[in-house]
C-alpha cells in the first residue's frame, strides 16, 4: 500500500552521524525534513568509532593541517554543546629512543631526505613539534596543554614496561558516539522532522524540481516528496548512488574496517594511552565503562558487505601483540570481553594504503547540470569530530536552493540534556542523587552521563526504584526502557543494550531475554502508533 506524501524540503537517507547532523541543522534553519534509517540509528560507523572527539595527532604526518585545525576547534564547541557524554580526557604518548617504525608518511620520507639515519625514527623533538601544533591549531580554550611526565615517578608509568622512562601528556575529548547520534536525532525531531528508522529507501528518482522517493517499513511502502535528497548512506553510500538513485559518478568510496577490542580494566587511571606501533600504525586503550580497556584501532580495506563487519581473530591478536608491546602484563584473549568492528567510508583518494587514506569529507553536489531538476547531495568519507561542520557544509552548498533558509545556528547549541556547564557533571550528579536516594552512586552518575538534566525528567515522581517499573539488572529500569523507545527511538533490547547504552556488557542471560521479550512487545505498540503518525504527517 502507498501513500501520497507532502513535500518536504529535504529528503535524508541515513540515519548516521551525518545524516541526523544534517537533519538537525535543516530544521533548525526552518527546512521541512525526513530521514530514513533501513536499520537503527547509529547501527554500522556511528556506533562502532574508537569515540573520541579529537584532532588526529597523527594526521599531522601527512600534513593534513585544514582537516586537523577544523577538528581540533571542533573539540571544544561540542564540548560545551554535550558535557553529559562528552568530557576531556588526557592521553600519555610513552616513548622509547630506540624504537623504530616502518613508517612511509610524508613527514617520515622528508626525514629521512633530510637526515641521514632518521628514516624509521619518530625523534623526540618531531613528536614535540606536532604536540606544540597540535596545542596551538585549534586556539585551544577550555582544554590543558601538553606536559613531560617522568614515567619513573608518575602513576601513568606503574602499567608499563619499564623501558619506556618518559612520555608526554596532551588533551582530547571522549565522546559516546552512538547517544551523539540518537540526541542530534531526537533534537531534529523537535524542531519538526520526521525521523524514521526501519525504514529503507527503495527508489528515489527525479520529477521536474523535485524528487519522488518510496521507503518500504513492517507496515508497507510510502511515498515521499522533497525539494532536495541527501545521501548520507555512510558505507552504503556507493549503492544508494547506483542501485537506489541510478546515478553516474566518478566519486568513489575506500571501506576501511575499524576493529576495537574491550578487555577488563588494565589500569587503575582515568588517563588514555597512544601507542606507536613498529608498522607504523597507531591504537589508543582507553578506560571504558568504569570496569573495561578500550583498545583500537585497525585499519584494514574492507571487502564484503559493511553489515558483516566483525573483529577478525588475526586483528584482535594483532590489537593484543600492539598493547603487549607496552604494557607490563601481556594482555591476552583471555582479558577480552567484547569485541567490535565498523567500516569507515573514506573519500577515496587513491592513498596506497587503509592507514593514509584521507579522513577527510567531500560534499558531491548534483543539480542535474544546472538543467532546474532537483539537487542531490552526497556524503563521501568524515569523522565523527568533524560531523557538525559538514552539516554546516551540506546546508551550505544548498542554501542557494532554499532561499528562505536560515543560517548557520548549531555552534555550542546544547543537544537534549546538554544545558549545563561543562565542569557541571558531578554537581548534576550529587543534585539527582540527592532528589532520588534511592540511586547508587553508579546509577546516578550513569544516568547523568547518559541523560543529563533529562535525567530527572526520565525518573519523575518516583521515591523508589519499584517507582520505575520492572528491573531488567544493571540499574536498567522498565521507566528508562520507555524512555528509549517513545523518545529516541529504539526498537529493540540491541539499540538499547549496544547503542543507547554499553548496558550489554553488564546485563545477564536473563536479564537480556526478559528485556528482549519486553521490549519487543512495547514496540509492536509503539511503531505502529508511529508508523501511522508519520504517515499522517506526510500525506
Given at each position: ?7 518536504a ?51 599531522l ?20 554543546a ?32 633530510v637526515i ?20 596551538t ?50 533534537d531534529?525531531a ?37 525539494r532536495?535528497l541527501v ?30 577490542i ?7 587511571h ?35 558487505r559493511?553489515?558483516?563487519a ?13 598493547a ?22 573514506l ?8 592507514t ?72 548534576l ?24 538534566t533529562?535525567?530527572?525528567?526520565l525518573l519523575?515522581?518516583?521515591t ?16 528508562e ?15 538499547i ?43
Open positions: 500500500m502507498t501513500a501520497k506524501a507532502e513535500t524540503d529535504l529528503f535524508v537517507i541515513g540515519g548516521g552521524i551525518n545524516g541526523c547532523g544534517i537533519a538537525r541543522d535543516a530544521a533548525g534553519r526552518g527546512l521541512s525534513v525526513v530521514l530514513a534509517e533501513k536499520g537503527d540509528l547509529a547501527q554500522a560507523t556511528s556506533s562502532a568509532s574508537t569515540k573520541l572527539f579529537h584532532g588526529g595527532l597523527r594526521y604526518e601527512y600534513f593534513e593541517f585544514r582537516l586537523v585545525r577544523e577538528a581540533l576547534e571542533e573539540r571544544e564547541t561540542l564540548l560545551a554535550m558535557p553529559h557524554i562528552s568530557w576531556p580526557m588526557r592521553f600519555v604518548l610513552p616513548y622509547s629512543p630506540d624504537m623504530r617504525f616502518e613508517s612511509d608518511t610524508p613527514t617520515a620520507r622528508l626525514l629521512g631526505r641521514p639515519g632518521m628514516r624509521g625514527r619518530r625523534p623526540a623533538w618531531l613528536i614535540r613539534l606536532g604536540l606544540f601544533l597540535y596545542d591549531l585549534g586556539g585551544r580554550k577550555l582544554l590543558p596543554p601538553t606536559r613531560t611526565l617522568d614515567l619513573a615517578t608518575d602513576p601513568a608509568g606503574r602499567a608499563l614496561k619499564p623501558e619506556f622512562r618518559r612520555a608526554w601528556e596532551y588533551s582530547d575529548c571522549w565522546v559516546e558516539d552512538s547517544r551523539l547520534v540518537a540526541l542530534n536525532a531526537r531534529a523537535a524542531r519538526g522532522a520526521c525521523i524514521l528508522v526501519g525504514t529503507r529507501v527503495v527508489a528515489a528518482r527525479r520529477d521536474g524540481e523535485l524528487w519522488r522517493v518510496t521507503t518500504k517499513d513492517a507496515l508497507g511502502r510510502a511515498e515521499h516528496r522533497a532536495a545521501n548520507a548512506g555512510g558505507p552504503w553510500v556507493g549503492e544508494v548512488l547506483h542501485d537506489i538513485v541510478h546515478t553516474d559518478t566518478r566519486a568513489g568510496v575506500r571501506l576501511v574496517r575499524g576493529s576495537h574491550v578487555t577488563r580494566r588494565l589500569y587503575d582515568d588517563r588514555c594511552y597512544f601507542f606507536q606501533g613498529s608498522d607504523g600504525r597507531i591504537i589508543f586503550a582507553i578506560p571504558y565503562e568504569q570496569d573495561f580497556t578500550l583498545i583500537g584501532t585497525t585499519d584494514v580495506d574492507h571487502c564484503g559493511p553489515e558483516d566483525a573483529c577478525s581473530d588475526a586483528e584482535r591478536d594483532y590489537l593484543l601483540a600492539f603487549s608491546r607496552y604494557f607490563a602484563t601481556p594482555v591476552t584473549v583471555a582479558d577480552v570481553v567484547w569485541t567490535y568492528a565498523g567500516v569507515r567510508p573519500y577515496d583518494d587513491g592513498a596506497t594504503s587503509a593514509a587514506a584521507t579522513r577527510d569529507y567531500v560534499l558531491g553536489l548534483d543539480d542535474a547540470g544546472g538543467s532546474g531538476g532537483a539537487p542531490l547531495l552526497t556524503v563521501f568519507g568524515g569523522k565523527i569530530t568533524t560531523y557538525r561542520r559538514l552539516a554546516e557544509g551540506a546546508l551550505g552548498r544548498l542554501a542557494p536552493f532554499f532561499p528562505a533558509a536560515g543560517g548557520a545556528w548549531t555552534a555550542r547549541a546544547p543537544l537534549p540534556g546538554g544545558d549545563f556547564p561543562v565542569d557541571g557533571v558531578a554537581a550528579t550529587a543534585s539527582l542523587a540527592a532528589r532520588y536516594p534511592f540511586l547508587s552512586r553508579y546509577w546516578a552518575g550513569r544516568l547523568v552521563r547518559a541523560y543529563g533529562e535525567a530527572a525528567e519523575g515522581d518516583a523508589s526504584a519499584a517507582d520505575l517499573g520492572r528491573d531488567f539488572g544493571a540499574t536498567l529500569t522498565e521507566a526502557v520507555r524512555w528509549l523507545v517513545e523518545r529516541e527511538f529504539a526498537r529493540s533490547a540491541d539499540d543494550l549496544w547503542r543507547r547504552s554499553k548496558l550489554g556488557l553488564r546485563l545477564s542471560p536473563e536479564g537480556t531475554e526478559a528485556l528482549r521479550a519486553f521490549v519487543d512487545g512495547l514496540c509492536g505498540e509503539v511503531g505502529q502508533t508511529v508508523g501511522d503518525e508519520a504517515r499522517a504527517s506526510w500525506r
